[in-house]
T-cell receptor, first 115, second 113 residues
Framework: AQSVTQLGSHVSVSEGALVLLRCNYS??????LFWYVQYPNQGLQLLLK??????LVKGINGFEAEFKKSETSFHLTKPSAHMSDAAEYFC?????????????FGAGTRLAVHP | NAGVTQTPKFRVLKTGQSMTLLCAQD?????MYWYRQDPGMGLRLIHY???????AKGEVPDGYNVSRLKKQNFLLGLESAAPSQTSVYFC????????????FGSGTRLTVV
């Protein structure tokens, strides 16, 4: 069955440090991949998406992610963390079967940024 | 502002009561979705719709019903609420094709006591 795994439910970094949030998926066909961010008491916002074009995808707020088919990964990075990046981040993938009309979400990674 | 609006934002129900959550979008999107968010489990799809008059079951449909009588509205109903349905519910919509990404509402926090 299609699945998406986010390694680490909580990640803590210092302000200015590299942010790395991990996402791995299982699929025998190339999926579409997404990263969403959720700030406290808000809905999810789209950060970036991979839809079979360039493998390195740039999103909003300085985030980027690289699609690596050989590793079935789509890790999210940001060179320098800011306090405002503290939020929960969700990786999502289109299902292996049943069409591309819905997304499967990972369990989420909560990012804390400390001074 | 254009977007997805969910009502109500908060609700407390007693076990066995019924209620309807309303989702409205003004972006003329074809696709609409209801997810529930529980700690450590991410978002799980309850039901979705690929167009006016259509509905389909998602990953966790039991105990919920939906209707999409108008393109802009997607209703989620709980006929007999149970404590296991305590959750945060999110509605989302998407253009066709949906891989352009979802637009989410701000959520409804439901507590069943």
């Amino acid at each position: 069955a299609q699945s998406v795994t986010q390694l680490g439910s909580h990640v803590s970094v210092s302000e200015g440090a590299l942010v790395l949030l991990r996402c791995n998926y299982s699929s025998s066909v190339p999926p579409y991949l997404f990263w969403y961010v959720q700030y406290p008491n808000q809905g999810l916002q789209l950060l970036l998406k991979y839809t079979s074009a360039a493998t390195l995808v740039k999103g909003i707020n300085g985030f980027e992610a690289e699609f690596k088919k050989s590793e079935t990964s789509f890790h999210l990075t940001k060179p320098s963390a800011h306090m405002s990046d503290a939020a929960e981040y969700f990786c999502a993938v289109t299902p292996e079967s049943g069409g591309y009309n819905k997304l499967i979400f990972g369990a989420g990674t909560r990012l804390a940024v400390h001074p | 502002n254009a977007g997805v609006t969910q009502t109500p934002k908060f609700r407390v129900l007693k076990t066995g009561q019924s209620m309807t959550l309303l989702c409205a979008q003004d972006m003329n999107h074809e696709y609409m979705y209801w997810y529930r968010q529980d700690p450590g489990m991410g978002l799980r799809l309850i039901h979705y719709s690929v167009g006016e008059g259509t509905t389909a079951k998602g990953e966790v449909p039991d105990g919920y019903n939906v209707s999409r009588l108008k393109k802009q509205n997607f209703l989620l109903g709980l006929e007999s609420a149970a404590p296991s349905q305590t959750s945060v519910y999110f509605c989302a919509s998407s253009r066709d094709p949906p891989y352009w990404g979802y637009t989410f509402g701000s959520g409804t926090r439901l507590t069943v006591v």
